[in-house]
């Protein structure tokens, strides 16, 4: 079983609608963050969390929230969906010191119509 | 200007050859320095950390210069399975350690 479980794998929704996406992890970590990835911007931070009553805004927070359940769950909402946020999505952990690479789940494509 | 910038390429190297990536830097409170391989928009894995004192890792060789702000990533014997994006990551003390990637570099090997 993979340590970081993003679900779904792969959604098509339209514009204005709700979506959720969800990710897990078995490792332990206290530090969970998303990121969208779009051709030619690599990947841009959108939330992080340091632990489960922190909440911190990424470099493209706008049109998102977040949510962190426990430790090992948190989970990233577009309100309103919109096309510009068509990219692929990845979760990842990591252990407390922040000389500590990350783990990154499998990635969600996403596309809005 | 980004704080994290690499040649995006692509690199076409054949099979054998020796390739080598610069990743520069403009923070200079930078704390670690990672590199990243990425498949084909699958999820990025680490393939190692840069240490002060330059590390190697088999046919992968990574240094790190503080004082010009970049690192670098060799690649010696140029296997095909190298065929990949290589993503330079760093992270700053003023940024509570955040990473920050930078937008990759295409490398393919030809046989």
């Known amino acids: 079983d993979a340590d970081v479980t993003q679900t779904p794998r792969n959604r098509i929704t339209k514009t204005g609608k709700r979506i959720m996406l969800e990710c897990s992890q078995t490792k332990g970590h206290d530090r969970m963050y998303w990121y969208r990835q779009d051709p030619g911007l690599g990947l841009r931070l959108i939330y992080y969390?340091?632990?489960?009553?922190?909440?911190n805004k990424g470099e493209i927070s706008d049109g998102y929230s977040v949510s962190r359940q426990a430790q090992a769950k948190f989970s990233l909402s577009l309100e309103s969906a919109i096309p510009n946020q068509t990219a692929l999505y990845f979760c990842?952990?990591?252990?407390?010191?922040?000389?500590?690479?990350?783990?990154f789940g499998d990635g969600t494509r996403l596309s809005i119509l | 200007r980004k704080e994290v910038e690499q040649d995006p390429g692509p690199f076409n190297v054949p099979e054998g050859a020796t390739v080598a990536f610069n990743c520069t830097y403009s923070?200079?409170?930078?704390?670690?320095f990672f590199w990243y391989r990425q498949d084909c928009r699958k999820e990025p894995k680490l393939l190692m950390s840069?240490?002060?004192s330059g590390n190697e890792d088999g046919r992968f060789t990574a240094q790190l210069n503080r004082a010009s702000q970049y690192i670098s990533l060799l690649i010696r014997d140029s296997k095909l399975s190298d065929s990949a994006t290589y993503l330079c990551?760093?992270?700053?003390?003023?940024?509570?350690?955040?990473?920050?990637f930078g937008q990759g570099t295409e490398l393919s090997v030809k046989p």
């Open positions: 990842a952990t990591s252990d407390g010191p922040s000389n500590q690479p990350q783990h």
């Open positions: 840069v240490y002060s």
């Open positions: 969390s340091f632990d489960v009553k922190d909440i």
């Open positions: 923070n200079s409170a930078s704390q670690s």
């Open positions: 990551v760093v992270t700053f003390y003023n940024q509570g350690g955040k990473l920050i």
